[in-house]
């Protein structure tokens, strides 16, 4: 009865996202104030020194890194892209995969300007911002490729996507809430992620605490599972990871602009049992 129940949920998530405009995405969360670069307390730039400091600590590190969900957006591997010399993008959707790849043939059209973006995690990496265009030239040499995934399968990517030894790292942002109906189906994500990540591999983690919709297009509302931190935590540690480091972000009153009720964020760097 429970296993159906779940069944059901992930379903009606699935529907939800058929939904997904990626246009309007990019527009209500990687444009001002959300994604202001003048201001240290705007969420990108948090978000992108959070993944600049995991990337940089020297413990990170090997072959192959793994985007978990990556919806229309790239700056969650704008820092990574520096440290591993494979990188595999993944979603649900093909529109968004398409957005992607877009920007990685560089043959214009995409919805969003990642050029600020470059130029920031530059700065951050000490880089002249003009550097920028180094950065992109790496990042479309190292994206090996855009691959479905469906985090709710125990075996979320297709068989022989990734070498049976598995990633070293997988970097999510905003995903594994955001599809999940509750939390037990959260939780079992996380695990099923894990498979694909070597024992002693990193998980570098991003989401949203406290919400429970957001906008995936004008007048889609999207489900989300509202997570504390201690849920958080009590998630990974059951799902076989080891926590290194949970920092937290309070979402300014002017950064709460209609497109969800997300209260914070949090950052979470883990390794994998
Ligand atoms: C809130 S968006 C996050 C996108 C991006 N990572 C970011 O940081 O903005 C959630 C993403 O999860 C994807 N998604 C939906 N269902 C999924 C599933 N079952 N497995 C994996 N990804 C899924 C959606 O297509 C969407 O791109």
């Keep these: 009865m429970a296993e159906k129940r779940a069944e059901d949920g992930v379903a009606a998530m699935a529907a939800c996202y058929q939904r997904f405009d990626p246009a309007a ?6 444009t001002p104030p959300r994604a202001d670069f003048q201001r240290q307390d705007s969420i990108v730039p948090w978000k992108l020194a959070r993944l600049h400091r995991a990337f940089t600590e020297g413990d990170v590190s090997g072959e192959l890194l793994i985007d978990i969900g990556s919806g229309p957006t790239l700056y969650q591997v704008l820092s990574g892209c520096e440290v591993f010399n494979q990188v595999l993008l993944t979603d649900f959707l093909e529109v968004n995969r398409q957005e992607l790849r877009r920007w990685l043939k560089d043959e214009g059209g995409c919805k969003l300007d990642w050029t ?3 130029q920031y995690v530059c700065k951050l990496e000490g880089r002249r911002p003009s550097a920028w265009t180094e950065k992109a030239a790496n990042l479309r040499k190292v994206v090996k490729d855009i691959l479905p995934i469906d985090v709710h399968c125990p075996q979320p990517m297709a068989p022989g996507a990734i070498p049976p030894a598995g990633a070293d790292c997988l970097v999510s942002c905003f995903c594994l809430e955001s599809v999940s109906p509750d939390l037990l189906s959260f939780t079992r994500a996380l695990g099923h992620i894990g498979k694909l990540l070597r ?3 990193h998980l570098l983690l991003i989401g949203a605490l406290g919400e429970s919709y957001y906008l995936g297009g004008p007048g889609v509302k999207i489900p989300v599972v509202p997570l504390n931190e201690a849920q958080v935590c009590a998630s990974l540690k059951e799902s076989g990871y080891t926590l ?3 920092e937290v972000y309070t979402l300014p009153q002017d950064m709460r602009v ?3 009720d997300v209260t914070g964020v949090f950052f979470v760097k883990a390794k994998k049992d």
Excluded at 25 to 30: A, M, T
């Design 116 to 118: 600020p973006y470059l």
């Design 25 to 30: 995405y990019l527009q209500y969360n990687y």
């Design 244 to 246: 290194i480091r949970l």
């Design 199 to 201: 024992a002693g591999g």
């Design 258 to 260: 209609g497109v969800d």
